[in-house]
């Protein structure tokens, strides 16, 4: 027994099968194009319909254009005696992302300018890339580079970056109405398993999880190499998302175990920014609340001007923010089920939150009898309270402008509970749904 509490509701068997699908996941070599972006939708469509598209090199997205397709199959340096100094089949973060091909014999001096290493994190490998200005370069962790001698040694990267696609995965689940709630989470990180892989295993999770339930709402889920993805795939349907959104939510780093945090929108004045808040302080406590001023993910795209969508960025320790974050230290020890399983509470309860936020009008004047409808104790004692306090304190606020995040925020219950009630309260008569038609009716 090591004497932890567990965190209501957290369920660490799906934590484990979670990270079941991480470690297989975990090996393969992606980058923001390629064949390791198109096996890891393989995988990923063995557990959810995954509609895959593939967007050719040069296509004009905005101001930016689809680059070429890299892919990798081998890439070390050899020492003078013929030994593998560094060696990607060891770790694909040896290898700076998007190298061009390079079989060269070059002195420790000249090679050390294609060399990076941190010194501050003398153990980790660093993750680098180079996308859009042609180089090659190896990553090594600091101590290994100290002990490189004075010599020669042979660099060899077996690249290739030639005219391709950009690869994304897409699931739309339709619900109830036309009106959406948008997730998207990147797939281009090699072998990090919070900063790339938590995003991926826990969306899909959660999309089996939502298509068992009946849904209000449809949701459109997504699966991007970050940046170049996402702004592809707004060029392909901003329109559609700015007129169809309800609220979004950009998933990444959920599978550590560091609480709960979000990345605001730009003035944190939406929906989802409520919601996000309005959950981590029910599971949590406290919201960790970044400003949009800390963005780095493709909340950037989502909120950029003239697309500023609806969206918050989903994290439990926040990208950047941990000192694992970028290096060979985000491995599978890093992430564990129970910090899977916490994530996948997160944003399945800003989900639960989306679903539920009506707007109520209590139908009845004055306090309704409730005993007769079977909602209150029939034996009055000064217990009697604690139980139906949520309900009689949703009853109070259910004036017709507050919806369930404004009245869980005045009263303390969490939404997904309140929604509960008020669908009861429905059942009775005692409520009526506002809705933005109802209002203009009026």
């Known amino acids: 027994m090591t004497g932890r509490v567990e965190k209501p509701g957290l369920d660490l068997s799906l934590g484990g099968e979670m990270h079941g699908l991480m470690r297989k996941l975990f ?59 560094v060696d990607f089949k060891e770790n694909n973060l040896h290898v700076m992302g998007y190298s061009v091909p390079v079989d060269r014999r070059l002195p420790l001096g000249e090679l050390q300018d294609h060399l990076y290493s941190l010194e501050d994190q003398p153990e980790a490998i660093p993750y680098l890339t180079s996308y859009y200005a042609e180089r090659w370069g190896f990553c090594l962790a600091h101590r290994e580079r100290l002990k490189l001698e004075e010599g020669m040694y042979r660099a060899v990267i077996d690249s290739d970056l030639s005219p391709g696609h950009l690869t994304y ?98 003035y944190g004045d939406k929906t989802a920014d409520r919601i996000a808040g309005n959950v981590i302080k029910h599971l949590d406590g406290e919201a960790r609340v970044y400003p949009f001023l800390n963005r780095g993910s493709d909340e950037r795209q989502y909120c950029s001007p003239g697309i500023d969508l609806p969206l918050v960025s989903l994290c439990n320790s ?56 079977g909602l209150y104790p029939s034996l009055g004692t000064r217990k009697t309270w604690a139980p139906v306090a949520s309900l009689w304190n949703l009853i109070a606020y259910a004036n017709g402008t507050n919806d369930l995040v404004a009245v869980s925020e005045t009263i303390g219950a969490p939404v997904w509970e309140l929604g509960h009630i008020a669908l009861r309260l429905l059942e009775e008569g005692l409520f009526e749904e506002v809705t933005k038609e109802s209002l203009t009716k009026a």
């Not at 509609?51 to 090199?57: A, M």
């Open 318 to 373: 926040k990208f950047g923010a941990y000192p694992e974050y970028h290096t060979s230290l985000d491995n599978l020890d890093f992430v564990t089920p129970r910090g899977l399983a916490q994530g996948f509470q997160y944003v399945k309860r800003c989900l639960e939150t989306a679903e539920m936020n009506r707007t109520y009008r209590a139908t009845c004047s004055g306090e309704p009898q409730l005993g007769k409808r």
């Open 169 to 266: 995965g897409e699931c739309i689940i339709p619900g109830q109405t036309d009106r959406e709630i948008f997730c998207s989470t990147n797939i281009c990180h090699p072998s990090l398993a919070n900063n790339e892989l938590s995003g991926p295993v826990v969306l899909t999770y959660l999309i089996k999880w939502l298509r068992s339930k009946p849904r209000r709402y449809t949701y459109r889920m997504v699966f991007v190499p970050e940046t170049i993805g996402a702004i592809t795939y707004l060029s392909r349907h901003a329109e559609h998302l700015k007129d169809k959104m309800e609220a979004g939510f950009n998933i990444s780093c959920v599978g550590d175990e560091g609480g709960y945090s979000y990345v605001a929108s730009p």
């Open 27 to 85: 090996p393969i070599c992606r980058s923001i194009t390629g064949n390791g972006v198109r096996k890891t939708l393989s995988l990923l469509r063995e557990h959810i319909p995954l509609e895959i598209h593939e967007v050719p090199s040069g296509t004009k997205v905005f101001d930016w254009e689809v680059p070429r397709e890299w892919n990798i199959r081998d890439a070390f340096i050899l020492d003078q005696e013929g030994r593998k100094v």
